[in-house]
């Protein structure tokens, strides 16, 4: 059973416009949110991450927001460039010792120019 | 600059052998692990690694093993390769704590 769910296997989006990529968990002592960017033929990289206690992080043209009470986070791309083209990740954490990750099934996205 | 490298890009092997994945990483990292990726199921925890000579199985620790002997050194062992094994694996390192982890370029291992 995923904890962790991607429900769209893929996104288009025009070049300057807003991407919007979701992710749904189950496990409510999830305390700790990733999202990751892996191109083909390349290991996965960190993206941008959102602890529990918040309900919105910001990194430039990234945002992720984080829903609790829907167990649900998403990630903005604001504006998309041909460059975001790739396979995103969700993950989330309960923490403590190892830190182990759960990985959603990832979304690719493809941004057309 | 953080680096995570794994011993090889791709490999083919034969049903039966013994396949040694290796993964060094130089950030003096407590932490390290090794995904398998799969279309449809994203990244999965084989095993992982929280210090030198201990280790934790993941979620899919079946027909796997792993050895830590130093702090840099990770390795991935499939005791008899079977087909079901072909897939990339992934190599990662963390500080510890909520921290993101590094990845490695992955292994393309093709059992056959």
């Known amino acids: 059973d995923q904890q962790v769910k991607q429900n769209s296997p893929s996104l288009s989006v025009q070049e300057g416009r807003i991407s919007i990529l979701n992710c749904d968990y189950t496990?409510?002592?999830?305390?700790?949110f990733l999202w990751y960017k892996k191109y083909p033929a390349e290991g996965p990289t960190f993206l941008i991450s959102i602890s529990s206690i918040k309900d919105k992080n910001e990194d430039g043209r990234f945002t992720v927001f984080l829903n609790k009470s829907a167990k649900h986070l998403s990630l903005h791309i604001v504006p998309s460039q041909p460059g975001d083209s790739a396979v995103y990740f969700c993950?989330?954490?309960?923490?403590?010792?190892?830190?182990?990750?759960?990985f959603g099934a990832g979304t690719i996205l493809r941004v057309k120019s | 600059d953080v680096k995570v490298t794994q011993s090889s890009r791709y490999l083919v092997k034969r049903t039966g052998e013994k396949v040694f994945l290796e993964c060094v990483q130089d950030m003096d990292h407590e932490n390290m692990f090794w995904y398998r990726q799969d279309p449809g199921l994203g990244l999965r925890l084989i095993y992982f690694?929280?210090?030198?000579?201990?280790?934790e199985k993941g979620d899919i620790p079946e027909g796997y093993s792993v050895s830590r002997e130093k702090k840099e050194r990770f390795s991935l062992i499939l005791e008899s390769a079977s087909t079901n094994q072909t897939s990339m694996y992934l190599c990662a390192s963390e500080a510890g704590g909520p921290n993101e982890q590094f990845f490695g370029p992955g292994t393309r291992l093709t059992v056959l």
């Open positions: 690694s929280y210090d030198v000579k201990m280790k």
């Open positions: 496990n409510s002592m999830f305390d700790y």
């Open positions: 993950a989330a954490t309960l923490g403590g010792y190892g830190n182990k990750l759960v």
